[in-house]
């Protein structure tokens, strides 16, 4: 793989901001170089850009370097970059699966790239050489992910390795929901596959949605186009300093999964005794998909009961599905008794 060849010549040519922090990081007494105000103690000061601590305790969890990390806002902030640093508007193209999670296309449009969508099979699974076969000179991207969303099975690894070796450009692979999958992550496959991006996020298992930190994994060169294209300070201090004290929890976050994990298998159960559910597709994520028939009405009178799933009855391959977020205890109890009193 020819990194340069890939990387859009502006992004490759252009020179990244360099903020005062940049260009001054050690110890000083006073700090008068990022017209800061001085009186708001904690809070007044620019963040580390790179987040250095931060990835130094993620690089040890996840027993990877951290200059093969990038930390943004949700893991929707590498997906957009990723498009913004190897694609050129109305000129190259992204290959991806369909069904899969929305804001890869939704990138793509926005940045005016090409989207080519690649039908699972019946299995929601993947074939190589169908994937393969819609890329062209102009394809800079494959975009995998596994788990899929909405699907929540593992994509077939022997497959993404075929993909990874045929293929000259990037591939993404996003495993927001690995932690609950059954299968490793592809992080120890980094140094095998030069051209793999891997996507990770502590919005799943970890429980941190709405403190906004995503993880892209990847060579050191592939991680600095990430900084250079990046807004400056991407990731606030509150969401630093939080997740520096959240990643050593990693007892809870373990039981955590396992709770989610046994209400998987509650919700399974259960779902499987409802007349009107005719199948719940295999997962290793944390919702199932179910097929019910009449999605738009089972959902329509869940929601009218207070009872809110996704309706995926529009979604490719998934006519007839809702995809149903593993909850508390209390939540998938509440939701089996609603489905079980429904009048269908
Ligand atoms: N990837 C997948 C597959 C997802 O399902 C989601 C969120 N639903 C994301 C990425 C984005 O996660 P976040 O921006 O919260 O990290």
Redesign the pocket.
Known sequence: MNLQQLVRKNVWDMKAYSSARDEFKGEASVFLDANENPLNDKYNRYPDPLQWKLKEKIARIKDIKAEKIFLG?????P?DLVIRIFCDPRMDNIVAIDP??G?YQVCANVNDIEYRKVLLNENFDIDAQKILERTDDKTKLIFL?SP??PTGNLLNRKEIEKILNAFDGIVIV?E??IDFASETTWLNDLDKHPNLVV?Q????AWGL?AV???MAFASPEIINLFNKVKYPYNVNILTQNFVSEEVEKLELRRQWIDILLKGREYLKNELAKLPFVERIYPTDANFLLVKVGDANGIYKKLADKGVIVRNRNSVSLCAGCLRITVGTDEENKTLIKTLSSLDI
Do not use: H, P, Q, V
């Open positions: 806002n949700g893991s929707d902030e997906i899969t999670y804001m992910c899929n969303n996003d927001a929901y996507l996020t502590f919005s799943k949605a906004r930190l995503g």
